[in-house]
């Protein structure tokens, strides 16, 4: 059982890779409009 | 104003950096100061501000009441679709500071227009760091919760508290800081709204948390990351299907040119269209745009107004007639004499109706109206379990027991039950092609009774296009026409290709711009001229007469939608600004009764507005700018995809497919949306009752709390995705009668 003293962390680490990866996605602004790029192909200009 | 002279100065990156320090009042009053509002005549000041961070309905609300209760404001109106707010106030009693800082201190931000806002992306940062906490406390509450069928030794019992605690603390503190701040702002302000319940749960969970986790007994941590993790979610949802439109009047005004040619002596000199004063005169070329309202003083041509009346077809304006910025000379060369500076033009005054339009005052929802009732129950039964239990069963069982009760209280499926089924609706009304900006756009549309149809562009093309005309004399016709560029003489060429009748040859063809043309075809000399609005004359020699007649093609399936519409119980009329023949003539091809031919802009809305005061529910589907006011004011205003912007920009739905088709399809999902949402508030506060109930007589655990919470919202995710197959149930069982 000693085991899951590092398994715990290995876990939320493996998460927390992720959560970071997704502010960063938010950071940089992916999720700010979300409707507006898949209609930009309609546009003329 | 003060925007101007900022960015004049090249100072803008001083306040896109400045922004990032917390606020401080001082400098922020200077920069309020410097601002000049519009002076009312009642001597009231009047100013248009964006404000950031109104998140929800409930903001909207607050903002509204605390600024109207405010001394000196006369009249407040925010706009959440938009984002803006509209103050009056009396400049005697309050300056711009005090009120901007009347908002600020409520957690919202306000700005002057022009200023750039930056999109809040807090909202998912918070997501996602209470969603990452979830799965992880998940995790742990699963051994735990396993360790109570086997057994697990004390010190790994202890670890998984304390990992859960550390976990879920910066949920609680950090993820979950919007549900707080909207709690304190409404009681400070005595508004109890959702997020007061809401608070008082989050809170309840994680003191109890704490507590459990150092003292050793059970925690519902799980349940509060849980909690968190989709009421915003929820909040997200609501705030996706909200697009931050650029300002409609911002459209609008691109419609008058820029720059005019202003005619000075015997020169022409290019100056700003804003620069043009009464008096002045201006030189407009065949194809231009005018840029001021006046009247001709020489020349002829035709003008294209359908920026004003919607008609797409022009007429002849000649010396005196009145013209007005922003519509098209098709044809011809005039001298405008300008009769009112810009600020006066028609245009003008219409985008102000559009800016109106587009502040349209949110009213609190059903949910906000429950919360009042909901939290003092709450509280009540929380209250009354306490002072049972305490002779009962002595103060620690019984303040066990009361945290159970306002923990499973939580309105989680309350407060999801409408983000979640409108994002659901969103998408099968976008998929049948009606979009909705709103997701209270879309419940309204629920209640209409009464479909009022614009005929041209909507129902109708909106393009001239040949009614009725013998070959001989659109073969003619054509031979003249084929050298002109006015709309009628493309529609007479047009269909002459069509019916595969080869072009003669002409000579000596004279076009006399808004009367006629003349010349000859096959050695013989005909004259082409207009006999009214939908009827051209062809003249020939010895007193030979050819009518062709002109008009607007309706839309192929506009007969099956207008069915569809009446088969909903609706009461549809057709509104045109057109005259009363043909718009009876396109009438009988829908299956129309009811028209209003001749109809101008300001007297649609004041129709729609007559129906409104009868107690009906006007849905009003038109395309052209002129159609501004009468989109204001009905209960929901459908554009057409294709039709002028800024209808678009304020309209709550856009129709994404040249079809009025899809309005029958958007009333039945919103129908379904609505019926959906009032059964999922149902139960979800009979989940309330019976799981309060529960934890009152001391059934709840963090087990049970684990398992009913979130099957509480999985029934309203439930819900919300029936949605897509209740609308298909109702499209195959309602009779659809089609055009044949």
Redesign the interface.
């Known amino acids: 059982?000693i085991a899951?003293?590092f398994l715990?962390p290995i876990?939320?680490g493996i998460?927390?890779v992720?959560?970071v990866l997704?502010?960063g996605a938010?950071?940089s602004?992916q999720?700010?409009?979300?409707?507006?790029p898949a209609e930009r192909i309609l546009h003329d200009d | 104003m003060a925007y101007a002279i900022i960015r004049g100065a090249g100072l803008e990156r001083y306040y896109a950096e400045r922004t990032e320090l917390p606020p401080r009042p001082e400098p922020l009053r200077e920069r309020w100061e410097s601002v000049d509002p519009e002076h009312l005549d009642d001597g009231s000041c009047e100013i248009r501000l964006a404000i950031d961070g109104l998140r929800c309905a409930s903001c909207v609300w607050v903002t509204e009441n605390v600024l109207e209760r405010t001394d000196g404001i006369r009249r407040v109106q925010v706009s959440y679709a938009t984002g803006r707010a509209s103050i009056r106030w009396d400049p005697g009693q309050l300056d711009l500071g005090e009120i901007a800082g009347r908002i600020a201190s409520l957690g919202y931000r306000p700005r002057l227009l022009g200023s750039e806002a930056r999109p809040d992306r807090s909202l998912l940062t918070r997501l996602g760091v209470a969603a990452f906490a979830a799965a992880n406390v998940m995790m742990f509450s699963a051994a735990i919760y396993a360790g109570w069928l086997g057994s697990m030794e004390p010190a790994y019992l202890t670890l998984f508290r304390w990992a859960s605690l550390v976990l879920a603390t910066p949920v609680a503190l950090w993820s979950a800081a919007p549900f707080f701040e909207g709690a304190w702002t409404g009681l400070r302000n005595r508004i109890l709204h959702m997020d007061v319940p809401i608070a008082i749960a989050i809170g309840v969970l994680y003191v109890q948390g704490v507590a459990g986790t150092l003292a050793g007994f059970d925690t519902y941590l799980d349940s509060l990351t849980m909690l968190v993790t989709l009421l915003l979610a929820g909040r997200v949802l609501e705030s996706g299907g909200r697009r931050r439109a650029a300002e409609a009047a911002v459209t609008l005004a691109a419609t008058v040119p820029g720059t005019a040619r202003r005619i000075v002596g015997d020169s022409l000199e290019v100056v700003a269209s804003e620069s043009l004063l009464p008096g002045d005169r201006v030189a407009v070329g065949a194809g231009e745009d005018l840029p001021a309202d006046g009247v001709i003083v020489a020349g002829r041509g035709l003008l294209q107004r359908a920026l004003l009346t919607g008609e797409s077809a022009p007429v002849t304006v000649q010396e005196n007639d009145e013209v007005w910025a922003g519509t098209l000379l098709v044809d011809g060369a005039v001298t405008v004499e300008v009769s009112v500076a810009v600020e006066g033009t028609v245009i003008q005054q219409m985008a102000e109706q559009l800016r109106q339009a587009a502040d349209r005052g949110t009213r609190p929802s059903s949910t906000d109206r429950i919360a009042p009732w909901f939290t003092a129950a709450t509280l009540g039964v929380a209250l009354l379990t306490f002072l049972v239990w305490l002779p009962l069963a002595g103060g620690a069982k019984a303040l066990t027991t009361t945290i159970a009760v306002l923990i499973v209280a939580c309105p989680c499926a309350l407060a999801l039950s409408k983000p979640l089924t409108a994002a659901a609706g969103l998408g099968a009304a976008a998929r049948r092609g009606l979009l909705f900006r709103s997701a209270d756009a879309l419940l309204d549309t629920a209640a209409v009774d009464t479909v009022v149809l614009d005929k041209t562009g909507t129902v109708t093309e909106g393009a001239v296009d040949i009614v009725a005309a013998a070959d001989q004399d659109l073969r003619v016709a054509a031979g003249l026409e084929r050298y002109s560029r006015h709309p009628i003489a493309v529609a007479i060429v047009r269909e002459t290709v069509a019916r595969g009748i080869p072009l003669p040859a002409s000579s000596d063809v004279r076009e006399e711009a808004g009367v006629g043309m003349e010349g000859r075809v096959d050695g013989a000399l005909w004259r082409i001229r207009s006999g009214g609005a939908d009827l051209v004359i062809l003249e020939g020699e010895g007193g030979y007469r050819g009518l062709i007649r002109v008009g607007d093609r309706v839309r192929e399936d506009s007969r099956s939608a207008v069915a569809a519409l009446q088969d909903l119980g609706m009461r549809v009329t057709l509104l045109s600004g057109d005259d009363p023949e043909p718009t009876r003539r396109i009438a009988e091809a829908l299956g129309i009764e009811e028209t209003m031919p001749n109809t101008s802009p300001a007297a649609k809305a004041e129709r729609i507005e007559g129906w409104r005061a009868e107690g009906r529910t006007v849905l009003f589907a038109g395309d052209g700018l002129n159609d501004g006011p009468a989109l204001a004011a009905a209960n929901v205003a459908v554009a057409m995809g294709s039709g002028a912007a800024s209808s678009i920009l304020t309209a709550d739905a856009v129709l994404g497919v040249p079809s009025v088709g899809p309005l029958a399809a958007g009333v039945r999902v919103s129908r379904v949306c609505r019926s959906a949402i009032r059964a999922n508030q149902a139960r979800s506060i009979a989940y309330n009752v019976l799981a309060v109930s529960a934890a009152a007589v001391g059934l709840v655990n963090p087990l049970v709390a684990a398992v009913l919470m979130p099957l509480s919202s999985g029934m309203v995710l439930a819900g919300a995705g029936r949605v897509e197959r209740r609308v298909r149930a109702l499209e195959r069982s309602g009779p659809e009668k089609t055009g044949s």
């Open positions: 059982m899951i003293t715990i876990a939320v998460a927390l992720f959560l997704f502010l938010v950071r602004g999720f700010d409009d979300l409707d507006d």
